[in-house]
């Protein structure tokens, strides 16, 4: 249920190693705090090659790459957030694992990874541990927003500290779901005090905590093999009908696709393998703000990056073309931040079939 379980799919290769930035290049993942998580593959650069690289020396769990995450530091963490392929049934069993390795230059460990799954995509723009923040109205305009932590469904066990270097440790577990549960993140959702940390006999030069490779994260239902197989009478699309890709991201003023992206892209990648004749044009929509050209630039630029994805994944460039219409057709008012994020799109129109 996992898309890209194993981090080997990319559209980058990382190159290094950035205490403030963003991890970007890997499909379908991203961190959803301001917390630096990294991405490593053997087409890396120095900083995040595989297997050697800044945190230390490991192989992959399996193919040619993992991520990292910095779990300990006081109330500093890191994370790794995926949107799953369909969301999880009320009451069906699931069964979560994934591989964890300790990095060579932490000096210090933990026990306390676990894995949350939620029915909404969360985050934060902070550095700290992950919270739930909620808000009960006092009255008179007042608000009072009480943060309380996350409590994931599966967590390795507090007594069992992961410190182990030089090979991989599974976390697993499984638990009953709520019903509709669509994103995972995985993290320390722990406190510093009660994360069980232990110091190592690593350098600090690098690290000041315990930091983590994360490979080969699986998501299993145990008891959905019984239900009956359901026929898909959802009519195909016709020529002259235009779809939105409501879940392909861009940064402000960017044109590179967020891993956010990647579920959209792929039902759009599945329709045209299911369809080998059928040729599309993706067309780009900006809000109101800015220049006529600069968000005609911009939106043709963002639509070009959906049909090259497509292309990089297999889809023959025959097939595509693609324009940027910028502000010029709105189908939301641009009088509200909700209104711009409707108009700021990339749709696709069925050219024929």
């Known amino acids: 249920m996992v898309y890209n379980s194993s981090f080997e799919e990319h559209t980058i290769c990382?190159?290094?190693?950035?205490?403030i930035g963003t991890m970007q290049g890997v499909d379908a993942w991203w961190q959803p705090t301001k917390g630096s998580s990294d991405y490593f593959h053997s087409c890396g650069g120095r900083e995040c090659l595989v297997p050697r690289n800044k945190m230390g020396f490991q192989e992959p769990h399996s193919g040619q790459a993992y991520c990292g995450i910095y779990c300990s530091k006081e109330n500093y963490r890191e994370y790794l957030q995926t949107e799953l392929k369909e969301p999880l049934k009320a009451g069906r069993r699931y069964q979560v694992s994934f591989w964890v390795s300790l990095a060579d230059k932490s000096p210090h460990a933990i026990a306390t990874l676990g894995a949350l799954f939620t029915p909404d995509r969360?985050?934060?723009?902070?550095?700290?541990?992950?919270?739930k923040n909620d808000v009960t109205d006092l009255g008179g305009g007042q608000k009072q927003v009480i943060a309380t932590h996350y409590t994931p469904q599966v967590a390795n066990p507090s007594r069992y500290v992961l410190i182990y270097m030089d090979q991989w440790n599974k976390i697993s577990g499984e638990f009953t779901a709520t019903g509709g549960e669509k994103y995972l993140t995985i993290g320390n959702f722990n406190s510093f005090n009660h994360s069980t940390v232990v110091e190592t006999h690593a350098d600090n030069t690098v690290l000041s905590g315990a930091?983590?490779?994360?490979?080969?994260?699986?998501v299993v239902c145990l008891d959905c093999e019984t239900e009956p197989q359901t026929i898909d009478t959802t009519p195909a699309p016709k020529q002259g009908e235009i779809f939105t890709l409501r879940n392909v991201l861009f940064n402000t003023d960017e044109s590179v696709l967020l891993p956010q992206s990647y579920n959209d892209l792929h039902t759009?990648?599945?329709?045209?393998?299911s369809h080998p004749t059928m040729k599309i044009e993706l067309r780009g929509h900006t809000d109101n703000q800015g220049t006529v050209e600069h968000n005609r630039i911009l939106s043709e630029?963002?639509?070009?990056a959906?049909?090259?994805y497509l292309v990089s994944h297999g889809i023959d460039r025959s097939r595509l073309r693609w324009k940027g219409y910028g502000k010029s057709h709105p189908i939301d008012t641009n009088d509200t931040p909700e209104g711009r994020h409707n108009n700021r799109r990339v749709e696709y129109l069925i050219i024929n079939e």
């Open 268 to 273: 759009l990648l599945d329709l045209l393998n």
């Open 122 to 131: 969360i985050g934060d723009t902070t550095w700290n541990i992950l919270t």
């Open 14 to 19: 990382p190159q290094r190693i950035d205490a």
């Open 306 to 308: 959906v049909a090259e």
């Open 211 to 218: 930091y983590y490779y994360i490979d080969d994260v699986s």
């Open 301 to 304: 630029a963002r639509a070009k």
